[in-house]
């Protein structure tokens, strides 16, 4: 199966309704689109199908209690609503809605949807009578100009025996529909080239020179490019992480590799980020044997590599050039002067200390005489952060 949600991290809420013996098999189904999922439960629901089902499906814990004490100390409604980059409630009770849109807290799911600042979607289940409710109805109207995202209902036959609007959408569905929230638009059929990772610079044999960068961060930029609709080629140093799907890896080594990759390329490219980790230096010569240890001090000649970015930026018929900053001391300082001498579209600078190699970052963005914060995240939802950015100050009429 294709891994449409890859790494997205979903909290699915299940309030009380029959339908919510279906839970189980969304669950089931959003992990194998490639979902990270944890499941938020109602008293009510746990009358309809009970939490160990819940807990074994989606191989994590049930929560369940706003008061959960253990809970509070690893991931209560706070953090779990920083953690998700969804919440879809399903299925989503009429009463639920109603209390939604009061923006009550008396109960663990309520609280989540106050707090967080993700997407939240609702897959309505109820008796068709319940759904075409003036009440119902005016409630669905207020929620969506909130800005949620209502899924569904189905039409059919119903536990109660009516037949009519109220059903909740088949797991099939909602994946479809959940995966699409995530499909922006706003890079669509833009190409794009993306470098990730460190470079290695060899001294000899089996020694070479490098850094501490993962990868991550241009891997995941990758992957919300291609969410956003764009054609990415991703020129990597050596990583262990897998290529995002529909995503081209060109896989090179040193900093000339890069280089040579790049500018054969970029010709046909509309926009370039500069992610990598690009060794300034090389060894003037490497040796063909292992060096031996024979002294207590060794000297190194090194000269220096080509600074990839600024080759790019300064091209007659050149893309929109976004680069990135890591700086251990004045970040900011240092980041807009390497945007204003390297002709640079937009740079993002963050901390050593806070992205290097982590699985989060903190980054400030840089462009003509404006910047914009982005608080620590995880580096694929800051990820998704930076292409909406970007797709909003330079392709603003290219949205869906």
Same mark, same amino acid.
């Given at each position: 199966?294709?891994?449409?949600?890859?790494?997205?991290?979903?909290?699915?809420?299940?309030?009380?309704?029959?339908?919510?013996?279906?839970?189980?098999?969304?669950? $089931?189904?959003? $992990?194998?689109?490639?979902?990270?999922?944890?499941?938020?439960?109602?008293?009510?629901?746990?009358?309809?199908?009970?939490?160990?089902?819940?807990? #074994?499906?989606?191989?994590?814990? @049930? /929560?369940?209690?706003?008061?959960?004490?253990?809970?509070?100390?690893?991931?209560? /409604?706070?953090?779990?609503?920083?953690?998700?980059?969804?919440?879809?409630?399903?299925?989503?009770?009429?009463?639920?809605?109603?209390?939604?849109?009061?923006?009550?807290?008396?109960?663990?799911?309520?609280?989540?949807?106050? @707090?967080?600042?993700?997407?939240?979607?609702?897959?309505?289940?109820?008796? *068709?009578?319940?759904?075409?409710?003036?009440?119902?109805?005016?409630?669905?109207? %207020?929620?969506?100009?909130?800005?949620?995202?209502?899924?569904?209902?189905?039409?059919?036959?119903?536990?109660?025996?009516?037949?009519?609007?109220?059903?909740?959408?088949?797991?099939?569905?909602?994946?479809?529909?959940? +995966?699409?929230?995530?499909?922006?638009?706003?890079?669509?059929?833009?190409?794009?080239?993306?470098?990730?990772?460190?470079?290695?610079?060899?001294?000899?044999?089996?020694?070479?020179?490098?850094?501490?960068?993962?990868?991550?961060?241009?891997?995941?930029?990758?992957?919300?490019?291609?969410?956003?609709? #764009? /054609?990415?080629?991703?020129?990597?140093?050596?990583?262990?992480?897998?290529?995002?799907? /529909?995503?081209?890896?060109?896989?090179?080594?040193? %900093?000339?590799?890069?280089?040579?990759?790049?500018?054969?390329? @970029?010709?046909?490219?509309?926009?370039?980020?500069?992610?990598?980790?690009?060794?300034?230096?090389?060894?003037?010569?490497?040796?063909?044997?292992?060096?031996?240890?024979? +002294?207590?001090?060794?000297?190194?000649?090194?000269?220096?590599?080509?600074?990839?970015? #600024?080759?790019?930026?300064?091209?007659?018929?050149?893309?929109?050039?976004?680069?990135?900053?890591?700086?251990?001391?004045? $970040?900011?300082?240092?980041?807009?002067?390497?945007?204003?001498?390297?002709?640079?579209?937009?740079? @993002?600078?963050?901390?050593?200390?806070?992205?290097?190699?982590?699985?989060?970052?903190?980054?400030?963005?840089?462009?003509?005489? *404006?910047? *914009?914060?982005?608080?620590?995240?995880?580096?694929?939802?800051?990820?998704?952060?930076?292409?909406?950015?970007?797709?909003?100050?330079?392709?603003?009429?290219?949205?869906?």
């Amino acid at each position: 199966m294709e891994q449409r949600l890859l790494n997205k991290q979903i909290v699915l809420g299940v309030t009380g309704g029959i339908a919510a013996y279906k839970s189980a098999d969304l669950v $089931r189904r959003l $992990r194998e689109a490639g979902a990270e999922v944890r499941v938020v439960m109602t008293e009510n629901a746990k009358q309809f199908i009970t939490p160990l089902t819940m807990q #074994a499906v989606s191989g994590n814990p @049930v /929560h369940d209690d706003l008061f959960d004490l253990k809970a509070e100390a690893a991931m209560g /409604h706070i953090e779990l609503g920083r953690w998700a980059d969804v919440i879809l409630i399903a299925p989503a009770s009429a009463d639920c809605m109603a209390r939604l849109l009061q923006g009550e807290a008396s109960d663990l799911l309520l609280t989540l949807c106050l @707090v967080t600042k993700a997407p939240i979607a609702l897959a309505p289940a109820m008796n *068709q009578g319940m759904w075409k409710n003036t009440a119902t109805q005016e409630n669905v109207q %207020a929620l969506q100009a909130k800005g949620v995202v209502i899924l569904g209902p189905g039409e059919g036959s119903q536990a109660c025996g009516d037949v009519g609007l109220g059903r909740m959408l088949e797991p099939v569905e909602l994946v479809d529909k959940v +995966a699409a929230l995530f499909q922006t638009g706003c890079l669509s059929g833009k190409r794009i080239i993306i470098t990730a990772g460190p470079t290695h610079e060899a001294l000899d044999p089996v020694r070479f020179m490098t850094n501490a960068s993962s990868g991550k961060m241009g891997y995941a930029l990758a992957e919300a490019a291609v969410a956003a609709g #764009a /054609h990415v080629t991703l020129i990597s140093g050596p990583v262990s992480i897998a290529t995002p799907a /529909h995503v081209a890896k060109i896989a090179v080594i040193t %900093a000339q590799e890069m280089f040579d990759a790049v500018m054969s390329r @970029v010709a046909d490219c509309d926009i370039f980020f500069s992610v990598a980790a690009v060794g300034d230096y090389r060894s003037k010569t490497i040796a063909t044997q292992k060096i031996a240890k024979t +002294a207590t001090t060794m000297m190194l000649e090194l000269e220096r590599n080509p600074d990839i970015v #600024a080759s790019v930026a300064q091209l007659e018929k050149r893309p929109l050039v976004i680069g990135f900053a890591a700086e251990t001391e004045n $970040r900011v300082v240092n980041a807009k002067a390497k945007l204003v001498n390297k002709k640079l579209n937009m740079i @993002v600078t963050n901390e050593v200390s806070v992205g290097m190699g982590g699985d989060e970052n903190e980054v400030t963005v840089l462009w003509d005489d *404006q910047q *914009q914060e982005f608080p620590r995240m995880t580096k694929r939802k800051l990820a998704r952060e930076l292409i909406e950015l970007l797709g909003t100050r330079f392709f603003p009429t290219e949205r869906n």
